[in-house]
């Protein structure tokens, strides 16, 4: 057989098996396919050439027995079924290979997305041990004060600070003792610069063929709000003004209370504080001089109180004292001296140092109420007592009180409908020159015709209006309804130069004040001097600085002023010649006792003599019989005011006695 005939075998159609490329095109031609050419045609190429390294070619092959060439068929065939198993190999690892280095791009292109989105969160992924050591944080625990290095290797610490409402640590470690997941759980610690700082955790357990191997989970900074949840928390129990108690934790504090002293048959004793003129001082020397004044007393009160006694703030100049054990009364009346001595104290604000006193009403548990609200109740309506006799003391409960309280109250009320009723009225006392006898003005004096009760006089029903806020409106009438009534006067040709009207503390704090005067006297037409506006000397020396100021803006007026009751301020005589003012009345105290009373009568004598060196007119008030007029004439009074001189009386009575009495000689008066 030639070379070319071999080579002509060995290339039998199964020969495109050898190369991988081409083998995967088309599939060989089974070896039991006989060809023409016999059975060497169908011999694996490795086959054959394996025989002809033995010296069998392919005529010796076809010349082998039968059962040879059966055995070399179906070595053959195990030849070619290998190459088919080795290329579905080869191919499967192929498209293996492509799929995992897919998979890899896929899973490091999601670690890259996860890290950017970690890094960009507030939140932070951790990781600890079996032994509940952290093995990992991501980078944001930095954020919250934290060193990553101080942190890994080191466990949590939950019991820094308090636990957090809502949050229970023996829950969380219940769960962390079982392999348990846990879910926001909040607790806080101390960072190394000594701030606080609080964070919220997820996490669930690790296992590894049932072996517990540690935690992972998530945490949160959530200092913030948790801080703002403890402020808002405060805020509902505590006064944000002056760190007290407030209201409704006082009331809860008290029923509890209650409850207790109940059980264990005690008494309790509940004292409402009310500091006096607060309002005026406030409205005075402004609001911010005012949270100043109640943040001193709010630190003074605590200083007379036992440990277990409680202070609480209600709102306003309004402070309640808790006392334990003192419901038989024994030790209360000590007690209020003790807290009034506190409140007594001067005290500065706003730069001014200020005068102020307080009340305080009193009930017991259980003989004046057997639940907070009553007491409390109570209570205040003792204090409105204490007011009502003077302020600056205290007063206990009874019965017969809290028909007082509603008899108060009713004249809150009314006193709002006489404004726009028109029940007020004013009544008028005439001054007169020692000397002349002649009327050198009159005073407006404030009644209440009262539906009821008749005519009624200011200390009526001037504390109630305090109480109600209604002494600027009734003020602002008082000032129209003067300036009307001269003006008829004068249309009438009755003489009256003048007519004085008092000012209260908070006309005085008013910044509008010299506008507001100034556009009555507009509407009615009145000259300015027609008008004399009266300031006491105690309103005066509560801010002397802000009195003077008002005083200069009311004198550019031409308006004209006096210093009413002189001598019960606290001030000294050299202090007169820094208030311009054209008048000086020397309070009724020092009148009373004349002329027996030395000391009375050199005051007067000193007061009347530098009164008239500043060019003021020195009036005597309370003159109620002729000793003490001639007394107070030969002191250097120049004019008198006085039952003795003339009674209030109404616009219509004080035109007919001005005139029977237009000749009326000093002597004659009375």
């Known amino acids: 057989m030639s070379t070319s005939a071999s080579t002509a075998m060995v290339r039998s159609p199964c020969a495109p098996l050898a190369p991988a490329s081409k083998c995967r095109t088309r599939p060989c031609r089974s070896p039991f396919s006989r060809s023409a050419d016999g059975v060497s045609a169908a011999i694996h190429p490795l086959l054959g050439r394996q025989l002809r390294r033995v010296g069998l070619d392919a005529a010796a092959i076809d010349a082998l027995p039968k059962p040879v060439r059966d055995l070399l068929e179906r070595i053959s065939r195990s030849y070619a079924d290998h190459d088919r198993e080795s290329y579905l190999l080869q191919h499967s690892q192929d498209v293996c290979n492509r799929e995992m280095a897919q998979l890899n791009a896929d899973l490091s292109a999601s670690r890259a997305r996860l890290e950017s989105l970690v890094s960009l969160s507030s939140d932070w992924v951790w990781e600890q041990d079996a032994d509940l050591n952290f093995t990992y944080i991501s980078a944001p625990v930095e954020r919250v004060g934290l060193c990553l290095n101080d942190v890994l290797g080191t466990g949590r610490r939950i019991d820094d600070l308090p636990p957090v409402p809502g949050s229970d640590p023996a829950d969380y470690l219940a769960r962390i003792a079982a392999r348990q997941p846990f879910r926001d759980f909040v607790y806080g610690y101390r960072l190394p610069n000594g701030e606080v700082a609080y964070l919220r955790i997820s996490g669930e357990p690790i296992f590894d063929c049932g072996e517990f ?14 801080l703002a949840e403890q402020s808002a928390a405060r805020l509902s129990r505590f006064d944000c003004l002056t760190g007290l108690a407030n209201r409704g934790a006082f009331l809860a504090e008290l029923q509890t209370r209650i ?74 009346p000590a007690l209020a001296e003790r807290l009034l001595s506190q409140l007594r104290r001067p005290a500065t604000v706003a730069g001014t140092v200020v005068h102020v006193s307080a009340s305080i009403g009193i009930a017991r548990f259980p003989d004046h109420g057997h639940d907070a609200a009553t007491l409390l109740k109570n209570a205040d309506t003792a204090m409105y007592l204490a007011k009502d006799e003077g302020k600056n003391g205290y007063r206990f409960f009874a019965p017969e009180l809290a028909h007082r309280a509603c008899a108060r109250f009713a004249m809150e009320s009314q006193l709002r409908d006489a404004l726009d009723l028109g029940e007020f009225r004013l009544h008028f006392q005439p001054l007169f020159d020692l000397a002349t006898g002649v009327c050198t003005g009159v005073e407006a004096l404030l009644r209440w015709q009262h539906p009821s009760h008749g005519l009624l006089l200011p200390g009526a029903f001037l504390s109630a209006a305090e109480e109600g806020g209604l002494l600027p409106r009734i003020g602002a009438w008082t000032l129209d309804a003067v300036c009307r009534q001269m003006r008829m006067w004068q249309a009438a040709g009755v003489a009256v130069p003048k007519c004085a009207v008092n000012l209260g503390l908070q006309q005085i704090a008013d910044p509008n004040l010299a506008d507001r005067i100034a556009a009555i006297l507009e509407a009615t037409g009145l000259a300015p001097d027609a008008l004399e506006l009266e300031i006491t000397e105690s309103h005066l020396m509560e801010d002397p600085e802000r009195a003077r100021a008002q005083l200069r803006r009311l004198r550019a007026m031409q308006v004209r002023l006096a210093i009413d009751d002189f001598g019960t301020g606290y001030s000294s005589l050299a202090q007169l010649k820094r208030f311009r003012v054209d008048t000086l009345k020397i309070d009724r105290s020092f009148v009373r006792d004349l002329p027996g009373d030395v000391e009375s009568a050199a005051i007067v004598q000193a007061v009347a003599a530098l009164g008239r060196s500043l060019g003021m007119v020195v009036v005597a008030e309370g003159v109620e019989n002729q000793r003490q007029l001639r007394a107070m004439a030969e002191l250097g009074c120049q004019q008198g005011q006085g039952f003795l001189l003339g009674r209030p009386m109404s616009a219509g009575r004080l035109s007919a006695y001005l005139h029977a009495r237009r000749h009326a000689s000093p002597v004659e008066f009375g």
């Open 213 to 226: 191997v540690g935690y992972r989970g998530v945490a949160s900074d959530v200092t913030q709000a948790t």
């Open 259 to 332: 409850g207790r002293a109940r059980q264990r048959q005690h008494g309790l004793a509940l004292l409402f504080i009310d500091l006096d003129r607060f309002k005026t001082i406030n409205d005075t020397l402004g609001h911010a001089a005012g949270d100043d004044l109640l943040r001193t007393m709010a630190e003074r009160l605590p200083r007379v109180l036992r440990q277990d006694d409680l202070l609480a703030r209600l709102g306003g100049d309004e402070f309640v004292v808790l006392a334990e054990d003192g419901g038989d009364g024994d030790g209360l």
